[in-house]
């Protein structure tokens, strides 16, 4: 009897897992791939990888039919096991490891206000405010769904947080006048990759960067939002709506306990300098007039002021007494810099004396009454700020 060729099973089996498998470790934070620049290679991949198995199981069945029946019994224990066992790894290729299914968005975000409330006001939150409507969003939840698809004040808004760059961001939505839905696609250089339904898309959430795909270039509209804890947050807006855990994932919130007030430098007994900067060392990263800075989290919380020119803006950037909340403005008042200083848990500018809330707002003084414009700050891991800001400057 004619035998079939062993190795079209052997192709078979290579193409039914080895792309699964190389897409999945190229798409989730295992020993070495996030270093790998290889977000094309991701995107293609997965476009392919569906054919592939296609093609390769055709193959395997080609090959059952004609050629097992003429294997030893030795080699058909050895080519069914293998099958066994290659089919047993699609529960990690498309369901342990696949990012979606590890991070399940919650399906509708339920809010309270503060009389309702169940968050501790220890915790931080990313908070939003738009057309007189506020909303504060714990980062232990967003943590774990990465995002959350929300309106606010009549307006769609994208609320994102990736917990392996410690990155926070909110994003406008709509692409081409229409507003997108996304899924998580998985992780490149440790920052986590979402895709839009309609164009198929890869945009880093860091910085909203259209990485691959037909929009490739384009930017996601940032959007303003602060990270402070949730009791300085309703200090200034008391009628925010607080979003509120999901009962479902208890578990995964439980697991990120503390993730938000204490540092990874400070478990890790081996380094002797605190204040070295390693790869999830926190900063404050701020652009100004297309320059990025970096500034050292644990200094300014030493410092908790700091007066700075940010390639001609001039900054003012502060922490409360919580040592968590932080924020930032532009010190022109009347076109004029402003140097600040705290005193009694409130700003206070050196030329006029005046004194000013945790809003920007001057409460007393000959400046009462005047409001310091935001900056866009954001609180994230060194690694992930001079990966997607190569050129930055750091203050230490």
């Not at 290889?38 to 476009?47: G, M």
């Not at 707002?361 to 994230?380: D, H, N």
Request: aromatic share 12%.
């Amino acid at each position: 009897m004619k035998t079939t060729n062993p190795k079209l099973f052997w192709a078979g089996i290579t193409l039914l897992v080895l792309p699964g498998l190389l897409h999945a470790y190229l798409l989730m934070p295992f020993p070495g791939s996030q270093d790998i620049n290889a977000i094309t290679v991701c995107y293609y991949l997965e476009k392919i990888v569906l054919p592939l198995r296609i093609v390769g199981a055709l193959l395997i069945l080609f090959y059952l039919f004609k050629g097992l029946p003429t294997n030893s019994r030795k080699q058909k224990i050895i080519k069914l096991s293998v099958l066994v066992l290659c089919l047993g790894s699609f529960y990690f290729t498309d369901y342990k490891f696949k990012a979606e299914i590890m991070f399940k968005e919650t399906l509708k975000a339920r809010f309270a206000n503060m009389f309702k409330n169940k968050v501790p006001d220890s915790y931080l939150v990313i908070g939003v405010v738009h057309n007189g409507v506020a909303k504060a969003y714990p980062v232990i939840y967003l943590g774990y769904h990465h995002k959350v698809q929300d309106s606010i004040g009549g307006k769609p808004i994208l609320v994102t947080y990736c917990t392996m760059c410690r990155t926070g961001r909110v994003y406008d939505p709509v692409i081409n006048g229409k507003e997108q839905i996304f899924r998580l696609v998985g992780a490149r250089h440790y920052n986590a990759i979402i895709e839009d339904k309609a164009t198929g898309t890869w945009w880093y959430q860091a910085t909203g960067v259209a990485a691959v795909g037909p929009m490739k270039g384009s930017h996601l509209a940032e959007l303003p939002y602060e990270q402070t804890t949730l009791d300085s947050w309703l200090a200034r807006y008391p009628g925010s709506l607080i979003m509120q855990p999901d009962g479902k994932y208890a578990a995964d919130y439980k697991d990120l306990k503390d993730y938000d007030v204490k540092q990874a430098v400070d478990k890790d007994s081996t380094l002797k300098n605190k204040d070295s900067l390693v790869s999830k060392t926190w900063i404050v990263g701020i652009i100004g007039n297309g320059q990025a800075k970096a500034y050292d989290w644990r200094k300014l919380v030493k410092k908790r002021i700091m007066n700075d020119n940010l390639n001609g803006i001039q900054l003012l950037l502060a922490i409360e007494n919580d040592k968590q909340s932080f924020h930032a403005w532009s010190s022109l008042v009347d076109g004029r810099p402003h140097h600040f200083m705290i005193e009694n848990n409130q700003l206070k500018d050196e030329e006029t004396s005046s004194f000013w809330n945790w809003a920007g707002t001057c409460v007393s003084g000959p400046l009462k009454g005047q409001q310091l414009t935001k900056v866009q700050a954001s609180q994230e891991y060194w690694r992930s700020w001079k990966q997607f800001h190569p050129g930055t400057e750091i203050w230490r």
